[in-house]
């Protein structure tokens, strides 16, 4: 008699892709979740006879072995060690059906099965072909297990996303596709093995993959490309991005994932934190892990790690580019739900992934997992990177001034300014909704101030009672006085692009002394990472200030001076050294960053939108400029569908309109992004989320 020999076999994709939340992947193999069974039916050459009993085999990686858990043996109905097992459902003489389990610990990716057929003392095997196991967030064994159903819904299957920008005092959305669903799961199973750590020890590194911390962590070294590890990205953040993409222009993470493998894996230039960001969250949601984006305003980066970030001027009041130490308008990093078994289980749930390359950690440009609760509670001595994320929300602001002489005083020190604002996407709507509570207690309470005290205890290794001042590399410095006076910038008028700027410097005197006060005034162009482009303003002026009198002193930045220098971020920084004459050198910094608002993108969108009929859009785009523009071309972007329109000039002030037909093929929410550029401005940024009703 023949062996007993499979000819065919179903893996019944519909059924265990709805079961599994899998039927949205693009890719044909049969994608499923650990911890949850999965049904396929086997075809034989004949009927089964007794005495054959069958069993399979699952393995995974370039060396399965049971002792690293890539390689399990199971018959029906035995519960082995290896956690898997199989069932025979009914059947018939022509066809087996089977029940397939993976345990909820199970190391993730693509694996292979067999069939294994024992007759006797005679066994032989049958490859039956592949599937791809993924994290299970509605497993209450695995790891990423989320209890809240909308929050699934949110963080492992919504395709559209938000990104939160500007600056703590204006606050931007803009859209983000992740489309995690689009032919992406191959990409991200083969960015895992590119990584060092496969490189190192590639069957270590597959046995670790069903480690949802250990999996975000490689993940974030591999976004960037920093490491020559063909990470998907490069960043850069100055300079021309001739002949490559401005990090402005990407408005999803499919189109730089599939440049990605296209490039045979070379890193894609370029991206910014967003982007590095918004990447991260498609890799990770694809696995199956919950992700969101997170966007911290006034974000620190305390390069000499001892929670003091120092900004230096010189005595007229310019900005010095001399310090490592940054604080950026805003950062955008990833928080992944998982729990932290290495931690303890009171530091489960939300832990912080970035993969913007800011610095080494352990040799290698990754940083997280850190649980955001022992960033709340100063815990910087735990894995992963929590000191440098409590420094990004948490570190002193210190302004000092630089002399000719080299020496330096410091002008103030603020405990509040970093970590404002903190922001992710609302569950289920565009709405944001503000974290800063998940990582910080309130600023200037005695908690915070408890809580910072004890972060940089275990940093110095000795008891602090108070916040340091002592100058940058530990040389004492001399602390300024109170000058006894007291200013700030105010608009006179919302700043727009390509209008001339007013501001008003509101000086008061505190005190009942009469006061002469020299005010140097500065402007520059900056990045979204406070670094300065180009100097538009400079100006002195002299102020007499009688006891407890105000005055205000008029500023005027004309766009004919900014508007060349400007970066698409947009952004000018004023300001204004006020020194009080007479008064053995005591100074007032005061200092503002103004974001020019772009003259917005109008998109008009039918009451209702029902699949699978056309629809029509109205956009609406516009020259702010006092002059015309040319080269004008608008970008319209439905899910990884984008179309190139090229348009005609505009003159000075004038607004436009087109109209934009498409068919939505499936019901649901579906973001349209619109990029707008021309000959002096670049990547004006529209988007909107259409209810596409069911037919």
Same mark, same amino acid.
């Given at each position: 008699?023949?062996?007993?020999?499979?000819?065919?076999?179903?893996?019944?994709?519909?059924?265990?892709?709805?079961?599994?939340?899998?039927?949205?992947?693009?890719?044909?193999?049969?994608?499923?979740?650990?911890?949850?069974?999965?049904?396929?039916?086997?075809?034989?050459?004949?009927?089964?006879?007794?005495?054959?009993?069958?069993?399979?085999?699952?393995?995974?990686?370039?060396?399965?072995?049971?002792?690293?858990?890539?390689?399990?043996?199971?018959?029906?109905?035995?519960?082995?060690?290896?956690?898997?097992?199989?069932?025979?459902?009914?059947?018939?003489?022509?066809?087996?059906?089977?029940?397939?389990?993976?345990?909820?610990?199970?190391?993730?990716?693509?694996?292979?099965?067999?069939?294994?057929?024992?007759?006797?003392?005679?066994?032989?095997?049958?490859?039956?072909?592949?599937?791809?196991?993924?994290?299970?967030?509605?497993?209450?064994?695995?790891?990423?297990?989320?209890?809240?159903?909308?929050?699934?819904?949110?963080?492992?299957?919504?395709?559209?996303?938000?990104?939160?920008?500007?600056?703590?005092?204006?606050?931007?959305?803009?859209?983000?596709?992740?489309?995690?669903?689009?032919?992406?799961?191959?990409?991200?199973?083969?960015?895992?093995?590119?990584?060092?750590?496969?490189?190192?020890?590639?069957?270590?590194?597959?046995?670790?993959?069903?480690?949802?911390?250990?999996?975000?962590?490689?993940?974030?070294?591999?976004?960037?490309?920093?490491?020559?590890?063909?990470?998907?990205?490069?960043?850069?953040?100055?300079?021309?991005?001739?002949?490559? &993409?401005?990090?402005?222009?990407?408005?999803?993470?499919?189109?730089?994932?599939?440049?990605?493998?296209?490039?045979?894996?070379?890193?894609?230039?370029?991206?910014?934190?967003?982007?590095?960001?918004?990447?991260?969250?498609?890799?990770?949601?694809?696995?199956?892990?919950?992700?969101?984006?997170?966007?911290?305003?006034?974000?620190?980066?305390?390069?000499?790690?001892?929670?003091?970030?120092?900004?230096?001027?010189?005595?007229?009041?310019?900005?010095?580019?001399?310090?490592?130490?940054?604080?950026?308008?805003?950062?955008?990093?990833?928080?992944?739900?998982?729990?932290?078994?290495?931690?303890?289980?009171?530091?489960?749930?939300?832990?912080?992934?970035?993969?913007?390359?800011?610095?080494?950690?352990?040799?290698?440009?990754?940083?997280?997992?850190?649980?955001?609760?022992?960033?709340?509670?100063?815990?910087?001595?735990?894995?992963?990177?929590?000191?440098?994320?409590?420094?990004?929300?948490?570190?002193?602001?210190?302004?000092?001034?630089?002399?000719?002489?080299?020496?330096?005083?410091?002008?103030?020190?603020?405990?509040?300014?970093?970590?404002?604002?903190?922001?992710?996407?609302?569950?289920?709507?565009?709405?944001?909704?503000?974290?800063?509570?998940?990582?910080?207690?309130?600023?200037?309470?005695?908690?915070?101030?408890?809580?910072?005290?004890?972060?940089?205890?275990?940093?110095?290794?000795?008891?602090?009672?108070?916040?340091?001042?002592?100058?940058?590399?530990?040389?004492?410095? &001399?602390?300024?006085?109170?000058?006894?006076?007291?200013?700030?910038?105010?608009?006179? &008028?919302?700043?727009?692009?390509?209008?001339?700027?007013?501001?008003?410097?509101?000086?008061?005197?505190?005190?009942?002394?009469?006061?002469?006060?020299?005010?140097?005034?500065?402007?520059?162009?900056?990045?979204?990472?406070?670094?300065?482009?180009?100097?538009?303003?400079?100006?002195?002026?002299?102020? &007499?200030?009688?006891?407890?009198?105000?005055?205000?002193?008029?500023?005027?930045?004309?766009?004919?001076?900014?508007?060349?220098?400007?970066?698409?971020?947009?952004?000018?920084?004023?300001?204004?050294?006020?020194?009080?004459?007479?008064?053995?050198?005591?100074?007032?910094?005061?200092?503002?960053?103004?974001?020019?608002?772009?003259?917005?993108?109008?998109?008009?969108?039918?009451?209702?939108?029902?699949?699978?009929?056309?629809?029509?859009?109205?956009?609406?785009?516009?020259?702010?400029?006092?002059?015309?523009?040319?080269?004008?071309?608008?970008?319209?972007?439905?899910?990884?569908?984008?179309?190139?329109?090229?348009?005609?000039?505009?003159?000075?002030?004038?607004?436009?309109?087109?109209?934009?037909?498409?068919?939505?093929?499936?019901?649901?929410?579906?973001?349209?992004?619109?990029?707008?550029?021309?000959?002096?401005?670049?990547?004006?940024?529209?988007?909107?989320?259409?209810?596409?009703?069911?037919?």
């Amino acid at each position: 008699m023949a062996d007993l020999t499979p000819t065919h076999i179903s893996w019944q994709p519909s059924v265990n892709a709805a079961n599994h939340h899998t039927d949205r992947y693009a890719n044909t193999e049969l994608t499923v979740r650990r911890g949850q069974p999965f049904n396929i039916t086997l075809y034989f050459n004949r009927p089964r006879q007794n005495g054959e009993s069958l069993g399979f085999v699952t393995e995974i990686g370039p060396s399965p072995s049971e002792s690293h858990r890539t390689r399990a043996a199971f018959g029906l109905s035995e519960a082995g060690g290896s956690g898997w097992s199989a069932a025979q459902g009914p059947s018939d003489s022509a066809a087996m059906n089977f029940t397939i389990s993976s345990p909820p610990n199970a190391v993730i990716g693509r694996y292979n099965l067999t069939l294994r057929v024992t007759a006797g003392n005679k066994v032989f095997s049958r490859y039956l072909g592949q599937f791809v196991l993924l994290f299970n967030p509605w497993c209450p064994g695995d790891d990423v297990y989320m209890s809240n159903e909308n929050e699934r819904q949110e963080y492992v299957l919504n395709e559209n996303g938000i990104i939160f920008v500007g600056n703590a005092r204006y606050i931007e959305a803009r859209g983000w596709y992740y489309g995690q669903f689009q032919d992406l799961l191959n990409i991200c199973l083969t960015m895992l093995d590119l990584s060092l750590y496969y490189r190192q020890d590639p069957a270590m590194d597959v046995s670790r993959r069903g480690d949802p911390k250990y999996l975000g962590r490689v993940i974030s070294s591999m976004i960037n490309g920093n490491d020559n590890d063909n990470g998907v990205l490069l960043g850069k953040w100055q300079g021309s991005f001739h002949s490559h &993409e401005n990090p402005s222009r990407w408005d999803g993470s499919v189109v730089i994932l599939k440049k990605w493998r296209q490039d045979n894996y070379r890193p894609v230039q370029y991206g910014q934190c967003w982007v590095f960001a918004g990447v991260m969250c498609t890799v990770l949601r694809c696995l199956g892990i919950p992700t969101r984006l997170v966007s911290n305003f006034n974000s620190a980066h305390d390069v000499d790690r001892n929670l003091s970030i120092d900004k230096y001027y010189d005595s007229s009041g310019r900005s010095l580019n001399i310090s490592k130490d940054s604080t950026w308008d805003y950062h955008v990093w990833n928080e992944s739900w998982f729990v932290r078994p290495d931690l303890g289980r009171a530091y489960n749930g939300w832990q912080v992934l970035d993969a913007t390359p800011q610095e080494q950690s352990r040799g290698i440009f990754q940083c997280g997992p850190a649980s955001v609760l022992a960033i709340k509670e100063g815990e910087v001595n735990l894995d992963y990177d929590t000191l440098f994320v409590y420094s990004e929300v948490n570190a002193d602001c210190n302004r000092w001034i630089v002399y000719n002489d080299g020496s330096k005083k410091r002008v103030y020190c603020d405990t509040e300014i970093i970590g404002r604002s903190i922001s992710t996407k609302a569950v289920g709507s565009n709405g944001r909704v503000d974290v800063t509570a998940n990582y910080k207690y309130p600023e200037g309470s005695s908690e915070e101030r408890r809580v910072y005290r004890k972060a940089l205890s275990k940093i110095l290794g000795v008891s602090v009672t108070e916040g340091r001042t002592d100058s940058p590399g530990g040389r004492p410095s &001399e602390t300024m006085r109170n000058p006894g006076i007291a200013g700030k910038f105010k608009l006179a &008028e919302p700043p727009v692009f390509g209008k001339d700027i007013n501001l008003v410097l509101v000086l008061n005197n505190l005190s009942s002394d009469r006061k002469s006060i020299r005010v140097d005034m500065s402007a520059s162009t900056i990045l979204y990472t406070r670094r300065a482009v180009a100097e538009i303003l400079k100006a002195a002026t002299a102020v &007499e200030l009688g006891p407890k009198q105000g005055k205000h002193i008029r500023v005027k930045i004309p766009y004919t001076h900014y508007g060349k220098y400007l970066t698409t971020d947009k952004r000018i920084q004023v300001t204004a050294l006020c020194e009080v004459m007479r008064s053995q050198g005591l100074k007032l910094l005061v200092e503002k960053t103004i974001i020019l608002e772009d003259t917005n993108i109008i998109i008009k969108v039918p009451r209702r939108v029902v699949v699978n009929r056309a629809v029509s859009l109205e956009i609406s785009y516009a020259n702010p400029l006092p002059e015309p523009v040319s080269r004008c071309v608008l970008f319209v972007t439905l899910m990884n569908q984008q179309v190139k329109i090229n348009l005609a000039r505009l003159a000075p002030r004038e607004r436009s309109k087109i109209f934009f037909e498409f068919t939505p093929r499936r019901a649901g929410p579906l973001q349209l992004q619109v990029d707008f550029s021309c000959d002096k401005f670049s990547h004006v940024k529209g988007f909107v989320t259409i209810a596409v009703a069911p037919a």
